[in-house]
């Protein structure tokens, strides 16, 4: 005997455009090889949310619905069922302002699960379970992003390819600068450029964090003839989709740091979406890129080799959030993320000479034993 509950599509994909409620439709199956006799063939659909920050842990069920199958006469309280397939079919609305599944997340999860039971007399019950995911589509076009202003008598302009991407995209990002009085002027007055990928958490109605997930520096930067570079940036492949209802908020955007010669700062931010794979529009791809985007996997780049331990994406100490210092295994690893701490990132010297140095950067990582070797003796205190 078993009982068995089937989703055609166990994936709710919701959408704020479209007026049509959103259904769950499924069978719940009992399969008995001898007569059994039920009380009740119950199902239960719960949403619950279990959001942790720091100290605090807030548990809440977002969705509840629940259907009876078995019928008895009304002086029987339970009934007999012949051997063979029995199956019942069930069909639920869906809100359109329920909350995304989330799981795995250093800040909590959202579940939506579904539970059949049959209930019989003087035995254990029959228990099946299922989960459904809810995902979001997003609510804007797939089409260019673009940033324009005026700093320093130069004018720039940043122009993302796409504003919708899904994980371990690469974000291209135009940018054009020019003088205002003398456009065909090259910059040169640039000294670098620093580039942040962020991901901004917000657990309404007041709490809000931001880690960073991508951080890339270029010194001297090079611009063509007609003033226009392309940034490059890969996204990690751990980072969460993008998110807005009435529990939570989460939301990505590229800062990009421009350090003029002079030592003062502009400061750019682009607001990028990151979604599901099948969410994400298919776009034509740049042919200057063709031969990198036929490549499947992506191996991590040697600068990101060269980043000490508090760098590395899956490490939690010292700067990880209190909500995610807990022991983790290596499955939890690739969720957890780095607070965008400006000081511990531009003031690391360190960071910066391995990052700029041409022949530590081409170079091969070294040895373990090169490592021992090369590692600072300890002296003992007199």
Not at 13 to 40: I, Q, Y
Not at 333 to 341: K, Q
């Amino acid at each position: 005997m078993s009982l068995k509950i089937r989703i055609p599509n166990p994936v709710i994909v919701l959408d704020d455009n479209v007026d049509t409620p959103t259904t769950l439709s499924g069978t719940v199956e009992l399969e008995l090889k001898e007569s059994m006799r039920l009380k009740a063939i119950k199902l239960t659909l719960v949403g619950r949310t279990k959001l942790q920050w720091r100290e605090n842990v807030v548990k809440r069920t977002v969705l509840t619905r629940g259907w009876s199958f078995l019928e008895h006469d009304h002086h029987k309280k339970s009934t007999i069922l012949p051997a063979g397939k029995h199956s019942w079919p069930f069909e639920a609305t869906l809100p359109n302002n329920l909350p995304e599944t989330i799981q795995g997340s250093s800040y909590g999860d959202i579940r939506y699960t579904l539970k059949a039971e049959a209930v019989r007399t003087f035995a254990k019950n029959l228990i099946a379970r299922s989960g459904i995911e809810i995902r979001r589509r997003p609510n804007v076009s797939q089409q260019p992003v673009r940033v324009a202003g005026e700093y320093n008598h130069i004018t720039y302009e940043m122009v993302s390819r796409q504003s919708i991407h899904k994980r371990n995209d690469r974000l291209l990002i135009d940018m054009y600068m020019m003088y205002r009085q003398d456009p065909a002027t090259p910059v040169s007055s640039i000294q670098s450029i620093t580039t942040i990928f962020k991901e901004n958490i917000s657990i309404l109605p007041s709490t809000h964090d931001t880690r960073t997930l991508r951080f890339l520096r270029e010194n001297g930067t090079s611009f063509s003839q007609r003033n226009h570079t392309v940034m490059d940036i890969r996204i990690p492949r751990f980072t969460q989709y993008d998110s807005n209802n009435n529990l939570f908020s989460i939301k990505h955007e590229v800062e990009f740091t421009l350090t003029m010669a002079n030592k003062q700062e502009c400061r750019v931010t682009l607001p990028i979406i990151i979604a599901h794979d099948e969410l994400v529009p298919a776009l034509s791809r740049n042919r200057d890129h063709d031969s990198y985007d036929q490549q499947e996997e992506w191996l991590p780049s040697y600068a990101d080799a060269l980043l000490p331990p508090m760098y590395m994406e899956h490490d939690l100490s010292p700067y990880s959030s209190p909500a995610s210092s807990a022991a983790s295994t290596p499955a939890d690893e690739p969720e957890d993320w780095l607070p965008a701490d400006a000081s511990a990132i531009v003031d690391s010297n360190w960071l910066t000479a391995s990052l700029m140095d041409p022949t530590c950067r081409f170079s091969r990582l070294p040895s373990y034993d090169t490592a021992m070797m090369a590692a600072p003796a300890t002296t003992s205190a007199f």
